[in-house]
């Protein structure tokens, strides 16, 4: 099982990107899906979960420009970014609470990142 992440890219301060991230494998369920951000240097910072019931939860430093959410048909969880910020360039991981059979129970699984910078 692996989470692939997508959309990230170059946008000027004001705009807007979606990103997405699919996990793929045989999944039996998702539990909570999320997505992080990193800068060089620093620790990975939350920015917003949503659980396997369309419960959302968010970061003070994103709340009211980003949303989150997520696609059970699909095991896809998005992240529309708007009114972007030079502080919002970072690498940004998704991640998945996916069920293990192997273990019966919920294993914590990362995307790669995909880089978002935004220009002022």
Excluded at 16 to 21: D, K, N, Q, T, V
Excluded at 69 to 80: G, K
Aim: aromatic share 10%.
């Amino acid at each position: 099982v692996q989470l692939q992440a997508s959309g990230g890219g170059l946008v000027q301060a004001g705009g807007s990107l979606r990103l997405s991230c699919a996990a793929s494998g045989i999944i039996h369920s998702i539990f909570d899906m999320a997505w992080y951000r990193q800068d060089p240097g620093k620790q990975r910072e939350w920015v917003a979960i949503i659980s396997n019931v369309g419960s959302t939860n968010y970061a003070d430093s994103v709340k009211g420009r980003f949303t989150i959410s997520r696609d059970n048909a699909r095991n896809t969880v998005y992240l529309q970014m708007k009114s972007l910020k030079p502080e919002d360039t970072s690498v940004y991981y998704c991640y998945a609470d996916i069920f293990a059979v192997e273990s019966a129970a919920y294993e914590p699984v990362w995307g790669q990142g995909t880089l978002v910078t935004v220009s002022s």
